[in-house]
């Protein structure tokens, strides 16, 4: 045990490092504090109900109608079990308090990357802080983007295992690659992993190409097939996450839709091609990788009483507190996107060191890291450069599932700082046989030096500082202002400050890729020691990235989680007087905010909104047909709509009680056959929901007409409730059809009646049916998908399996040394 620490003596100094690096930055979570995070508190909104039902049962329901009228609870929190992955992940972070568990997991990762590399420790671990600091790690972390973060930090793990793969590291390749790619599936962002994944294509393309050159195309092989082996190994032990979610995938947004009108705007089984390219980065905007402010910065920059708006302001008789406040309501950001949190930031000086790299580092890696990094910057642009973007998106295949392109800058925020950190190693180790290395640091100066000089001095000639709508905006406070003078004076007073803040930032960066360059040239001309070279670049790279990132995130982003609950899901005087309703199971519709996205009300009702990314494609066209403009009361009755919740002149918020919806069930007297998705949302326009159902054709052989009679003297009646678990009683003197206010969902519910499983219907578009027969009879809807109990057996199997690669590992590699030492 002493060896073991005498030889990881300087491995563990650098994770004391990092923790400390953590402890410093996030001081408020270590005391109790948490982040305030909008989309973190929406999931938590959305959960509330099925861990209320844990804390009951002691199990998680797999449905939940806490969040449009139904969907499948593994979508919104899951526990998986059987998972490895899930009880590594859980004891992390029960170390460490969010978010210093994920800027860890960012470090760590990293770090484990540039060992692989054969990077020095302290190289590896200025190289780590590149990675880990880079602005939007630190932006997706501040917005709630929890499980896009978890990915991020996974991604450097998975590269380090396929690249000892493919050095022959078979063993340790493979259980690394599996490991850390289990870890990835498991946080469940999709998008993360497919952009990684089409990164990784290019390396293994490059890696094919010198393997058919130096002709070791068998070791290529082996090294395939032994990845081959991690990545099954990895989706095996997800397999009861991947299986269910792929199944959802196909019947919500992602998937093709219903109706032909959606279905024609729409790529074939994926997002439009203009969602999915809402925030695409500008081109122009990728200057903000070196200058962070060049456009305007984002949500949390302000403008203060410095400001020439406000100067402008105070001029007009304003006093310094109201020109103030006047001024940081005007936005700063100027650029091609709707909004933004803050920009793509990779360090004035890791930018230097990939630039230089281009010329210095030699080796099929490089390639590797140069291409994708271009291929990344072209995708990011989307409807910017649909040259590019557009043939990814109608040919290669998943592309079009995913929107928010920009997204895929996050490769690039790990291959520049890999590259950057190849630079300084090859400068370290090969300096002298470097040709010309003093004029190529020079040359890389003058470049990228010289764009920060010129954008300090003329930020003017070369941006506009206007948005495309300018002049809109303009007309819009001329008119709020009520004085067109005043509007473009302070429109015009805006332009200067956005260039006065691109103007500092330049300075800034210039400042830090001159001290970079210093580091270099000393380091080349043997005046300073390597060692000395690589504390003093990971420290200036830290000092230059945590002031950008203090700018997104910071302790005033930090509160008390009490004051969290009380100011997201405070009980609202409406809420207290519905929750008094002695029948549970209605919905509730809150239209004093956007309802389908904003899971506030699930918090403390079963909602017909809610915040979640996949809806179900059926009810979002719902949505689209029935609630755009005015509400369709008929489609609130048959969605057992009880209460709505809206807000009056005086903006105070009202309770409409609903005599008319129609219950959890209920027999109706005619049943109508519609020929297709049209016509059966069509045909619920205007309709008596209590009255009459409308069946698709495709149902037409599970209903046997011929034996439905009216339902005289007929009741049915919810008797038992969980959302993953339902029974009725009912009563009938013949066959009726029983319409259920229950979302339509066949991957996995199945209907009982005494016992014997009866086929289920898809009424009225979204709900469920029965044909049921006459008599007294229960009831009974069980969701049990195969799919999550089959995939929870296999990922206990693959668990076992990949432990037991991992122990083999070890064993193997601490046999090896032990027999390296001499008796």
């Not at 998937?255 to 279905?263: D, F, I, P, R, S």
């Not at 439009?272 to 910065?297: C, H, K, M």
């Not at 489609?635 to 005599?659: A, C, F, G, K």
């Amino acid at each position: 045990m002493k060896n073991w620490f005498n030889n990881n003596s300087i491995h563990l100094a650098v994770i004391g490092v990092f923790i400390a690096i953590c402890f410093l930055y996030f001081t408020p979570a270590w005391q109790g504090k948490v982040l305030y995070q909008h989309d973190v508190l929406q999931a938590q909104a959305g959960q509330k109900e099925i861990l209320d039902i844990k804390a009951r049962d002691g199990d998680m329901p797999l449905w939940t109608n806490s969040m449009f009228g139904g969907m499948p609870a593994y979508q919104v929190v899951i526990e998986l079990p059987n998972n490895l992955t899930t009880h590594l992940l859980h004891g992390f972070k029960a170390l460490f308090p969010h978010p210093i568990d994920v800027v860890l997991l960012y470090l760590l990762g990293a770090y484990l990357l540039f060992s692989v590399l054969r990077v020095k420790p302290w190289l590896a671990a200025a190289g780590a802080i590149a990675f880990a600091f880079s602005s939007y790690n630190f932006i997706y972390i501040e917005a709630g983007h929890a499980n896009k973060a978890y990915a991020i930090a996974f991604m450097a793990p998975i590269v380090a295992g396929i690249l000892l793969a493919f050095r022959g590291k078979y063993l340790w390749g493979t259980v690394l690659l599996a490991l850390a790619l289990a870890l990835e599936i498991r946080v469940n962002h999709i998008q993360v992993t497919y952009y990684l994944f089409l990164a990784l294509l290019v390396l293994v393309a490059i890696e094919l190409y010198h393997a058919f050159k130096e002709k070791k195309l068998r070791q290529f092989g082996t090294s395939i097939a032994y990845q081959a082996i991690a990545v099954i190994l990895a989706v095996a032990v997800n397999a009861s996450l991947l299986w269910p979610t792929y199944e959802y995938s196909k019947e919500t947004l992602r998937g093709k839709a219903n109706l032909k009108t959606e279905n024609a705007q729409r790529a074939d089984n994926g997002v439009s091609r203009e969602y999915a390219y809402d925030w695409s980065q500008g081109v122009g905007e990728s200057l903000t990788f070196l200058i962070p402010n060049a456009y305007g910065g984002g949500m949390h920059t302000r403008l203060d009483a410095e400001s020439n708006v406000a100067k402008l302001v105070m001029g007009k008789g304003a006093d310094p507190a109201q020109a103030a406040q006047f001024a940081a309501n005007l936005p700063t950001y100027w650029g091609e996107k709707q909004f933004t949190s803050g920009p793509w930031y990779f360090g004035a000086g890791v930018v230097f060191l990939f630039v230089l790299g281009l010329v210095v580092v030699r080796g099929r890696l490089k390639w590797w890291l140069a291409i994708t990094t271009l291929l990344v910057l072209l995708l990011s642009f989307g409807r910017h450069f649909p040259l590019v973007s557009d043939l990814f998106f109608n040919y290669f295949p998943m592309y079009n599932k995913f929107r928010a392109v920009e997204s895929i800058l996050i490769i690039a925020s790990l291959l520049i700082p890999i590259l950057a950190v190849l630079t300084v190693n090859e400068i370290v180790t090969n300096g002298s046989r470097i040709k010309n290395l003093d004029k190529k640091s020079l040359y890389v100066l003058y470049g990228v030096g010289g764009l920060a000089l010129l954008m300090a001095l003329l930020p003017d000639v070369f941006l506009s500082f206007k948005t495309s709508n300018h002049q809109a905006i303009i007309q819009q406070y001329a008119q709020q202002l009520r004085d067109n003078t005043f509007a473009n004076e302070v429109m015009a007073a805006l332009v200067k400050d956005r260039a006065a803040l691109a103007r500092a930032d330049a300075f800034r960066s210039l400042l830090f890729i001159i001290a970079t360059f210093a580091i270099i040239w000393l380091l080349a001309k043997h005046k300073l020691k390597a060692q000395t070279a690589v504390i003093a670049l990971g420290l200036l790279t830290l000092i230059d990235l945590w002031g950008v990132d203090k700018r997104h995130l910071n302790e005033e982003r930090f509160v008390d989680k009490l004051q969290v609950n009380r100011q997201f899901v405070q009980e609202r005087e409406v809420d207290k007087l519905i929750l008094m309703d002695k029948d549970p199971n209605y919905r509730v519709l809150d239209l004093t905010t956007n309802p389908f996205a904003d899971a506030r009300a699930s918090y403390f009702h079963k909602s017909l909104g809610g915040y979640h990314a996949a809806k179900l494609m059926r009810y979002q066209e719902l949505i689209e047909r029935q609630f755009n403009g005015a509400l369709n009361e008929d489609v609130l009755d048959m969605l057992n709509t009880r209460y709505v919740i809206t807000r009056d002149n005086q903006n105070s918020e009202r309770i409409q009680r609903r005599s008319t919806a129609a219950g959890n069930a209920w027999f109706v007297e005619k049943v109508t056959l519609v020929k297709d998705n049209e016509e059966e949302m069509q045909a619920i326009n205007g309709f008596d929901p209590r009255k009459e159902a409308f069946i698709n054709e495709e149902f037409k052989s599970l209903l046997d007409e011929k034996r439905l009679g009216r339902p005289v003297n007929s009741s049915i009646e919810l008797t038992s409730y969980r959302p993953d678990r339902l029974a009725y009683e009912y009563s009938a003197p013949n066959d009726a059809l029983a319409v259920f206010s229950e979302i339509w969902y066949d991957k996995g519910w199945k209907a009982y009646v005494d016992g014997k499983e009866y086929p289920i219907l898809r009424a009225n578009y979204v709900l469920r049916a029965l044909q049921l027969p006459g008599g007294n009879h229960k009831v009974e809807f069980i969701f049990k998908p195969r799919s999550y109990y089959l995939g929870e057996t296999i990922s206990l199997i693959a668990s076992i399996a990949l432990l037991l690669g991992m122990a083999a590992a070890i064993w193997l590699e601490t046999r090896r040394k032990s027999e390296a030492i001499p008796a």
